[in-house]
Nanobody, 119 residues
Framework: QVRLVESGGGLVQAGGSLRLSCVASGRIFSINAMGWYRQAPGKQRELVATSDITTNYADSVKGRFTISRDYAKNTVYLQMNSLKPEDTALYYC???????????????WGQGIQVTVSS
């Protein structure tokens, strides 16, 4: 099992910044990909950014969000700049294993952390 613990969420005004962190522990050797999804009230969970051999971003966050990893600390970060009210959601850290081109099994999920952007 892999345990994921998120931190760094909160309330911020539009145009502001936040940085989310997610620390992985447990069977780290079983994962090679980490990422972030989010879910707004009444909407489906959607991809925000992922990192394995390459990085991948949702169109809605390109140029504003940056995903990065510290392999020594088993941590993935999401730097969020120029935040908009529509970025308000519960953000989930995820980890899994990429087994092929565009094929990642996201087996592990964090509890989620709230990000609220006020207008």
């Amino acid at each position: 099992q892999v345990r994921l613990v998120e931190s760094g969420g909160g309330l911020v005004q539009a145009g502001g910044s936040l940085r989310l962190s997610c620390v992985a522990s447990g069977r780290i050797f079983s994962i090679n990909a980490m990422g972030w999804y989010r879910q707004a009230p009444g909407k489906q969970r959607e991809l925000v950014a992922t990192s394995d051999i390459t990085t991948n971003y949702a169109d809605s966050v390109k140029g504003r969000f940056t995903i990065s990893r510290d392999y020594a600390k088993n941590t993935v970060y999401l730097q969020m700049n120029s935040l908009k009210p529509e970025d308000t959601a519960l953000y989930y850290c995820t980890a899994g294993r990429t087994t092929g081109v565009a094929t990642t099994n996201w087996d592990y999920w964090g509890q989620g952390i709230q990000v609220t952007v006020s207008s």
